[in-house]
């Protein structure tokens, strides 16, 4: 699997590509389906970095605990 920045960025060339108009439409719907398939593998990523951030929080008593990120 790609990093998520190469994902990102071969996203962003897709989208810009489209933008542009001038692919076929059968060009498009291959620009399209690899773009959502990019966009599944971003969203993925994200969301297992998420589970692994966690802050830490400062007790009344002064301790620190961890807690997960939400």
């Known amino acids: 699997m790609q990093s998520f920045e190469e994902s990102l ?13 001038d692919v076929t439409l ?6 399209f389906e690899e773009g959502t398939k990019l966009a599944e ?5 994200l969301a ?7 802050i830490l929080v400062k007790q009344r008593n002064g301790a620190m605990k961890r807690e997960p990120f939400v």
Do not use: P
């Not at 960025?9 to 108009?21: C, S, T």
């Not at 059968?26 to 620009?31: C, F, N, R, V």
């Not at 297992?48 to 966690?54: D, H, N, S, T």
């Open 9 to 21: 960025k071969k996203l962003e060339a897709i989208v810009a590509q489209m933008e542009r108009g």
């Open 26 to 31: 059968e060009e498009s719907i291959k620009l």
């Open 41 to 45: 593998q971003c969203k993925q990523q």
């Open 48 to 54: 297992e970095a998420e589970g692994k951030v966690e």
